[in-house]
């Protein structure tokens, strides 16, 4: 077949199809595309849906999150923090995890069936449910203190994001063809040294994707400090989660929001650039 | 002269209770180019994995150099392997790829440079050096993993059936380039195929195997012209292959036609394989020869004419022809004396015995077997009756020779006969006589335990014999 019929026959599905895709596509307009609207539009504005609003295009609010006060004594910080907490979580998973991620993939069908269930089970129980557990197991341990809260934070994160970690990488490294590692050790390699020049290499899509998938939603949690240092340690999530409870915030909430959705887009082009095809997004 | 680089010496291996090498001994010289050539399954490529590091034997030695290599990681043995659809590493370049090993070595950037530059002049890639792996040809994926193989200068170079994805042009000029490489390069090739005519083009020496055995070992020609056993004929090359009778030295009857060969040493009137290759035969006309047939059906192959006739007895004989014949004509056939080639029949131990049960038969006090009937075409099966007597039969290659304690019963050796590959092992076993083929060395008096996998016991009722004798 060439490629014009290979063409004109593509086309016919895609008519064929086409119809099925629109639920979804409404999906996306009424509940990501126009929320993104809302939110430029409330950044760019002095408008924010309360009773007595007025409208008019206005800087104020930049000024409000890049200049004032609050900005560089409660905002920043907080940005700071949350960025180094979801470091110090992204890393603890991608330490804990890789090994996980490897050593399933020499495990036996029954054993790796098994530790998978571990891995993704927990993530049928509510997010909250698994975060307030946390906090009963830190009060057990007589962890339930001030000076103690970020670990905790830190630790119940590494523990929910996990699996966001593992099965990235373990995805890439079931696929690696076993005779390409046969060939480091014929050519010469030690254990280490097949790990290091072929095994993590190869795998850098599943990291990179793991990453991203721990980096992102730990750097916009909320209900994490929310739920384990009673809202006393601020971050990114708590800091936007509060601007939009009541009304008066909305305006420079959006630029929160309008922020982190610029730290999203990039983490995506990072994943585009490492894995072409987006077979690790899984 | 050229000494042993590589010895293998009982080499067993299982994979849990399936067997994949039994007993396998075999050496291999330096320089020589020794092709490993069976259907799949065969343990070829076990026994190549075993040579590289990636398997241990279950049971015996493998010599590399004159050093015992059984504990030594592949990492540290200087032998390097072309894969299976090539194992390139996808994260790197051409490149990259090839300069993988000598990286390990801590080398100079240069010296790096120099030698993957050689090396990839040698399989004509230079202009592809930064092209990435996912870009290439099969052909030319092929030339890097032989680049990046040899540039580690092993002495032993082993290939799992590196040409099996590429087309057949292709395959034919690589196999030359193979063979050159070789001849310049001066390292051992241990090359594994289910190609007979691969392995008949490139190597010094053809290792035929099936079942985890060797069958026959030889130079191509060898191999080509004199078959050992009814699988090697079968599997190089067509022919045909005719039960026959050594009426005498130099006489074989089949087809009850007696014709002359250049065979010797049988016994008289033993019976024997007749093997024909298609291009032996000559087509002539039907008062000058004894065999004579119907042309049933025939091909044309390009440069030949295969021609299938039907000669009086039934039997089909292909025949290789530059002319073309008509359907239906009667032609006769003839074949020169130095073309027949005569196979003795595999050896079978013959015994009548007695039913126990439905697992066990008695042949005589000492000799009581298990057995287990195997399912061949899907037709149930006859039960035996207790006390029934039977006719059986084991081949003489299933007759397994080990330690008394864990055999079926025991025998004291009464005489060994050279055969081809293989020993022929007489035992009695108070008063009877077993036969036992093995490729292990026995002596004449020692006490040696026997056992009989229980599937290999094949049973058949007397009567049923008669009739169809």
Redesign the interface.
Known sequence: MNDVALAKRANRKLKTTKPFIIPYLVWIAIFLVLPSLILIFLALTSYDFSPNAEFSFTIENWKYVFGSEYASNVFWPAVIRSVLISLCVTLLCLIIGYPVALFMTKMNRIARGILMAFLILPLWCNQVLRIVSWRTIFEILNLNYNEFYIMNIIISMTAMYLPFMILPIYTVLEKI?N??I?????????NA?SLF??VL??S?GGIVSGIIMTFLPSLTTFEVSDAISYNTVILVGNMIYSRFQGTGGYNVGSIFSLLVVMFTIVGFVLILKVDKEGETLI | MSKILVELKNICKSFGEQEVLHDFNLYIMENEFVTLLGPSGCGKTTLLRMI???DSPTSGEIYFDGKLINDV???KRQ???V???Y?????LNVFGNVA??LK??KLSKEEIEKRVMDALRQVHLEEYRDRKIDTLSGGQMQRVAMA??II?KPKLLLLDEPLAALDRKLRQDLQYELKDMQRSLGITFIYVTHDQEEALTMSDTVVVMNEGRILQIGTPEMIYNEPKTRFVANFIGESTIVDGQMVKDYIVKFEGVNFKCTYTGFSKNEEVDVVIRPEDLLIVDEKDSKLNGVIDSKTFQGSIHEINIIVDSGKEYTVHTTKDYPLGLRVGLTIDPENITVMKKPGINTYSGVIIDSKTVKISDDMVLEYERVQEDGLPFEEFDEGEEVVVRILTQDVLLDDIEESDFEGVIKDIKKRDMYYDVYIEVNGKEIISSTSKIHHVGETTGIWIKPEKVMISNEREEEESE
């Open positions: 063809d005779k390409v046969e060939a480091s050790y014929d050519l010469g390699c030690s040294q020049r072929v290499p190869m850098l | 590289g590091g990636f990681e592949p990492n032998i390097n392997t894969f299976q659809r194992a390139l590493f996808p994260h993988f090993g390990l070595l990046r193989a580690l």
